[in-house]
Structure formats: C-alpha cells, structure tokens
C-alpha cells in the first residue's frame, strides 16, 4: 500500500505539472496579455456624423467576380490601394494607385496564395507603411490564420515564412479561425507619409498613428458555433503577437439588429479623446452594414447610436456594404468600403469598391 501511495503520489504531481504548463502555454509565453491601448488623440473629427456617398464605384470589378476590402495608404507621394479580387476560385491581393484617392489605375495583382497558404485565399489585409516600407497582414490558409508580407514599392513583395497569428485553443472565441486584420502603429513604430497635400495620415484598413510604442492588430475571431466577434492583439515588431486575455471585445448585436449574424472587417482611429471603429455587421439575412462603435482606452467598446448604419443608396451596392478603410482629414473621414448587390455570407456579390465621407454634424 505504501508502495502504491507513492507511485499514485507521483501520477498526481505529474499530472498537476502537466496541467500547469497547458495552462502556461494558453496564458503566456507571449500568447496572451492583459492590456488597453494608449490614450487617443484629444483633437480630430468628432461625432455625430453624416454619411455622404459617392454616387457610383471607384474600382469596377470588370469581367470578375468581386472586389472588396480596400486598404489604403500614402506612399512615396500618391496613394496605394491593396484590395482583394475574387476570379471564382481564388482569392488574391491586387494593387492600384491614385493621385487624389478617387482616380484609380489598377496594376494587377500582386499577392496570391502559396505553401501553407493553400489555394483559396491571400488577400483581405491590412496595409501599413513603417519605415519606408509597406506591411500587409493579410489573411491565409484553411482555417484562416494571418501572414505578413513586405514591399519597398508595392509591387513586390517578400513573404514571411510563416503564420504570424493563428487560432486560439479550444474553447476560445477565435477557436476556428482569424481573419481580417486591421493593424494600428504607435507613434514611434510607424512613418506614415500623408500624401495629396493631405495633413493626416492614411489609415490602411483604419490604421492610423497610436501613442506609446509597437503595433496593435483589430481581428475578426471565429469559435465552434461559427459566431464571429472581434478581438485585439499587441505586438512589438508586426510578427510575434500576444492577444487580449479577455477577447472578444465586441459582441455580436441582439436579436432583429443589423449586426446580429457576425462581425467583421474594423477600421479604427483614435479623435476627440477616444477610439471609433467602423465595422461589418452580418443581417440573419446576410445583409451587411457598417456600424460605428466608441471605446476610451480601445479594450472595452459600446455601439455608438449617433450614426445610423450605413446601408448601400444605389443599385450597384443595395445588398452590401462591407471593408471600410479610412483616411482622417481636416473635414472628417474619408471612407473607401466594399459594396455589392447580392446577399452572401462570403463571396459572389459582385463586389465592388466605393467611396464615401462622415462629416461632422456642425
């Protein structure tokens, strides 16, 4: 017996170690932080807003499916756009360029999936200039994880090698899947070049400057039940990245609103002394909506009411309004979205890229 109480002592220690470590790797080792962001800008555009489309696209989808989710920044004195098309079979990163935002020339495309990315997708990402160089997180792969990939000109590009942000464990919000990241630099981390005269910056895919130091990633998380919600990460170089201990950090709205099938697709910016995020909301119909929602510290969001959700006006974008990204401007936000005129939860709604702008209600 004596034996035996030894031998059983043993077990349980092993499996209390074994434990222990599994609870380690869930909660540290740089996976997983408690963190807010730093405090927002104190002047800019400040709600309530007015939103005023432009009457037809500014990026056609041609004989394609789709294109969708505009990221937009300044670079080298013009703007860039990084938006995915869709050919029937395969999601891909494709650029253009203006002068002024409006006017665009596409120059094909640049980003296609590889290697651990599959076949289906490399595109629907986050664009970002640090110094002298564009970061593009994007999303990969079955399930969906979050790649990176660098260009000195937009053109070309070099791959990381591998995932710079995966699943959550089981259980989690993000168990399934991440997607549509959207990554703000601190100030410090990031030269963000204003171009067009522009006295702000671009914000790729809502990224905008942040005090304090390093990178935070805006996500769209997945669980078991395919409800997505999103979530925040942190990180100090673009590459390694720790979550939010406490992710989601929006829900999904109530029964009957605009929002209450899924979240998705954020653009942040910080004014006025707090954070805003557009956002697409998912209908049970698979109508989509951008919705405005507030934060002071960019952890803990509440809607913001002040805007009514911004539904397509024209024929071409009826169904569908998806992908905002946005640029900060002296009169408010200019805000590139994607629009369609079919209802699906993913692709086929003949996407394509408009223009619009939230003016501040004087």
């Not at 790797?25 to 807003?49: H, I, M, N, V």
């Not at 990026?59 to 029937?88: C, E, K, M, T």
């Not at 942040?268 to 510290?297: C, F, N, P």
């Amino acid at each position: 017996m004596a034996a035996d109480s030894c031998r059983w002592t043993r077990i349980r220690k092993w499996f209390i170690c074994v434990n222990l470590c599994f609870s380690a790797a869930l909660t540290s080792c740089g996976r997983y932080a408690d963190f807010t962001l730093p405090p927002p800008e104190q002047s800019g555009p400040k709600p309530p807003f007015t939103w005023q489309p432009n009457p037809g696209p500014v990026i056609l989808r041609g004989d394609i499916s789709d294109v969708l989710n505009p990221s937009v920044i300044a670079f080298h004195g013009q703007y860039l756009n990084l938006y995915s098309v869709y050919d029937g079979r395969t999601w891909r990163t494709a650029l253009a360029t203006s002068p002024d935002g409006v006017a665009w020339q596409a120059r094909g495309t640049v980003l296609s999936p590889e290697g651990w990315e599959g076949r289906y997708i490399a595109a629907n990402g986050s664009a970002l200039v640090h110094n002298d160089e564009i970061l593009y997180w994007y999303e990969a792969g079955d399930p969906f994880q979050i790649a990176l990939a660098s260009s000195k000109d937009g053109t070309h590009w070099t791959k990381h090698p591998t995932p710079v942000l995966t699943p959550g464990p089981r259980g989690s919000f993000d168990e399934r899947a991440v997607a549509d990241p959207l990554v703000i630099a601190a100030a410090g981390s990031s030269s963000l070049v204003a171009a067009s005269g522009s006295s702000s910056v671009i914000a790729a895919s809502g990224s905008s400057k942040a005090a304090g130091g390093g990178f935070y990633m805006f996500y769209t998380g997945m669980d078991r039940a395919r409800r997505q919600r999103l979530g925040i990460a942190r990180s100090a170089d673009g590459i390694v990245w720790e979550k939010l201990r406490s992710n989601p950090i929006l829900e999904v709205g109530p029964p009957n609103s605009f929002d209450e099938n899924g979240l998705g697709e954020p653009a942040v910016w910080s004014s006025a002394g707090s954070y805003w995020m557009l956002y697409t909301g998912r209908s049970r119909t698979e109508q989509r909506r951008i919705g405005l929602a507030k934060s002071r510290d960019g952890i803990h969001w509440d809607r913001d009411q002040s805007l009514t959700p911004i539904e397509g006006s024209e024929s071409w974008d009826r169904e569908v309004v998806c992908d905002p990204t946005i640029e900060i401007t002296p009169q408010g936000i200019r805000v590139w979205f994607g629009g369609g005129d079919v209802r699906s939860p993913d692709q086929n709604l003949h996407g394509q890229i408009g223009l619009g702008f939230l003016t501040p209600r004087q």
